[in-house]
């Protein structure tokens, strides 16, 4: 009899957790799921060949490790926020040593069965080791000397070692999340200001220490008909690939740009190209409202949490997702500079989806346990 009850309180404890998830943001992620398959087996030409599969592959595997990380309490995630930076930085320096080379860059470690690429990782486990710093923090100690320092050292440690890969671009992604926590952790805006001014009057400076291609990547988006053959030629086919989409699209499976081998790269962060051709301005709009949603619900499921490390974790998670939206389609569309930002879920990429499932996990166990305090 007493098993009996056990069991009922168990099942009862499993059927709440289920009632208790935001299934908007799951239907978001579940359709921005089948988006991106849907569009990658665009890529591969309407067969289900390598990027299909492993797109396939990757998507079921990291949606289900997101539905499970949902029924682990928030405070499990609270307590691994140092662990999990430190475990990251170890394999950031790691991927330093050892790590795989490939197009002049060594950004990535051999897992058997994944090349994982721990830079991506560290845009999600930045917000969890800084979400925990300013947890418990007093308001009066927020802007202190100490704090502030303290903050930056835990942005600029992986930005060094990811710059040093090089990649300036998922630095500069990392550095992004960091902020979007002192932000919303209530850091005063006006360091933030002299930040900028700081930054604005120093970028000639550091212009001059970037690689020869990076370099490149910056003429050739403020010019990119100096060299439309070379530098320029993804951003010009690029933008030729949307403006070509029209009001509706040409069509599921007939991307002229795309099918014709015009648009290099269609898989990874220029699928956004692709969309837009095949499903023009009203897909790509259907495709931002989805967005949308997933951002609202994220910040939604933030603002009912009843623990302050797991609103600072929504709304910061929600701000990254954001800026990676708006700097992915504003490269693809030729008004920022190439900087390798991947779109979330709808790029190919095991690293880039894996660490964004595991933000969604974050974010549905803080709904799951909303009334859940951490002292």
């Known amino acids: 009899m007493y098993q009996h009850t056990r069991l009922s309180k168990g099942s009862f404890s499993l059927f709440q957790k289920f009632k208790s998830f935001d299934y908007i943001l799951l239907a978001c992620i579940l359709l921005l799921g089948t988006l991106s398959l849907t569009t990658m087996y665009s890529t591969d030409g309407g067969k289900v060949l390598f990027h299909t599969k492993s797109h396939f592959v990757k998507l079921?595997?990291?949606?289900?490790?997101?539905?499970?990380?949902?029924?682990?309490?928030?405070?499990?995630?609270?307590?691994?926020?140092?662990?999990?930076?430190?475990?990251?930085?170890?394999?950031?320096?790691?991927?330093?040593?050892?790590?795989?080379?490939?197009?002049?860059?060594?950004?990535?470690?051999?897992?058997?069965?994944?090349?994982?690429?721990?830079?991506?990782?560290?845009?999600?486990?930045?917000?969890?080791?800084?979400?925990?710093?300013?947890?418990?923090?007093?308001?009066?100690?927020?802007?202190?000397?100490?704090?502030?320092?303290?903050?930056?050292?835990?942005?600029?440690?992986?930005?060094?070692?990811?710059?040093?890969?090089?990649?300036?671009?998922?630095?500069?992604?990392?550095?992004?999340?960091?902020?979007?926590?002192?932000?919303?952790?209530?850091?005063?805006?006006?360091?933030?200001?002299?930040?900028?001014?700081?930054?604005?009057?120093?970028?000639?400076?550091?212009?001059?220490?970037?690689?020869?291609?990076?370099?490149?990547?910056?003429?050739?988006?403020?010019?990119?008909?100096?060299?439309?053959?070379?530098?320029?030629?993804?951003?010009?086919?690029?933008?030729?690939?949307?403006?070509?989409?029209g009001l509706f699209g040409k069509g599921f499976l007939k991307g002229t740009q795309s099918y014709l081998e015009f648009l290099p790269e269609k898989h990874t962060d220029f699928i956004f190209t692709l969309f837009s051709e095949e499903f023009g301005f009203v897909g790509s709009a259907l495709l931002l409202i989805i967005y949308a949603i997933t951002i609202y619900r994220i910040v939604v499921i933030g603002a009912s949490s009843r623990s302050y490390f797991a609103k600072i974790f929504c709304y910061s998670f929600a701000a990254a997702i954001f800026v990676y939206i708006t700097i992915n389609m504003s490269m693809v569309l030729g008004l920022l500079p190439i900087v390798g930002s991947p779109l979330p879920i709808m790029s190919y990429g095991g690293s880039s989806m894996l660490a964004t499932m595991i933000g969604f996990g974050i974010v549905m166990s803080a709904k799951v346990h909303s009334q859940q305090a951490i002292a």
């Open 60 to 245: 079921v595997t990291f949606t289900i490790m997101m539905l499970i990380f949902s029924f682990i309490n928030i405070k499990f995630w609270f307590s691994i926020g140092y662990l999990f930076y430190l475990i990251v930085i170890g394999l950031l320096i790691w991927t330093y040593y050892f790590g795989i080379k490939a197009s002049g860059s060594q950004r990535w470690m051999d897992l058997y069965f994944i090349n994982l690429q721990p830079s991506e990782l560290m845009k999600i486990c930045i917000i969890l080791c800084l979400a925990k710093y300013f947890h418990r923090m007093k308001l009066e100690n927020v802007n202190s000397i100490y704090t502030i320092l303290t903050s930056l050292i835990i942005i600029l440690l992986p930005m060094g070692l990811v710059i040093v890969q090089p990649d300036l671009g998922t630095s500069l992604l990392i550095s992004i999340s960091g902020i979007a926590v002192l932000w919303f952790a209530g850091i005063n805006h006006k360091y933030f200001i002299y930040t900028m001014i700081g930054f604005l009057i120093s970028l000639p400076f550091i212009i001059s220490f970037l690689k020869p291609y990076q370099k490149l990547r910056v003429l050739s988006f403020l010019n990119p008909d100096r060299d439309p053959l070379g530098a320029g030629y993804q951003i010009i086919q690029s933008k030729i690939a949307v403006g070509s989409g």
